[in-house]
């Protein structure tokens, strides 16, 4: 996770989804950053995951949503 941006981060009020296939980013990281964060894992991707796995992703985006329209 990019320091760079790590303060703007932490700071953020909204829902956050991380989806990733082979996770080169430190997930760890984030977890400390933005602990409400919700992370997601896509099986048989490389880098373009919306391309390559789109029902998985858009399932896990319907699914985001629904839990975030689910919170008061």
């Not at 320091?3 to 989804?17: R, V, W």
């Not at 029902?55 to 919170?71: G, K």
């Amino acid at each position: 996770m990019s320091s760079g941006h790590a303060a703007e981060l932490a700071a953020g009020d909204h829902p956050l989804l991380f989806v990733h296939a082979k996770a080169p980013a430190d997930l760890e990281r984030l977890r400390q950053l933005r602990p409400d964060a919700l992370l997601a894992s896509v099986a048989g991707s490389g880098h373009y995951l919306m391309l390559e796995v789109p029902d998985q992703v858009n399932a896990m985006l319907d699914r985001f949503l629904q839990i975030v329209a689910s919170r008061p």
